[in-house]
């Protein structure tokens, strides 16, 4: 099993900057996938960005050239450096996992709020 724990939500600026965390504990090595989804009220929850075990990215067009999902060397931690954003953006975040063998995780969340 994995566990995962965001952090690093808050209110923000229209184009300011935030950088959310995911720290994964338990079965690390058996991550394939780590994704941030987002889920606004009313709206239902989707992807934003994802990154394979191999270091390949994709990212949800309206995020495209502002977000940028990175994981460090350990695996256990994976971040959401999100630059330039919009009202639009704000949403739950969720750090999601997806194991080799079919398993899949989620955090509880964290707030990002994006107004002036």
């Known amino acids: 099993q994995v566990q995962l724990v965001e952090s690093g939500g808050g209110l923000v600026q229209p184009g300011g900057s935030l950088r959310l965390s995911c720290a994964a504990s338990g079965s690390i090595f058996s991550i394939a996938v780590v994704g941030w989804y987002r889920q606004a009220p009313g709206k239902q929850r989707e992807l934003v960005a994802k990154?394979?075990?191999?270091?390949?990215?994709t990212y949800t067009d309206s995020v495209k050239g502002r977000f940028t999902i990175s994981r460090d060397y350990t695996k256990t931690m994976t971040y959401l450096q999100m630059n330039s954003v919009k009202p639009e953006d704000t949403a739950v975040y969720y750090c999601?996992?997806?194991?080799?063998?079919?398993?899949?995780?989620w955090g509880q969340g964290t707030q990002v709020t994006v107004s002036s």
């Open positions: 999601n996992v997806e194991e080799r063998a079919g398993g899949t995780y």
């Open positions: 990154i394979t075990s191999y270091g390949v990215t």
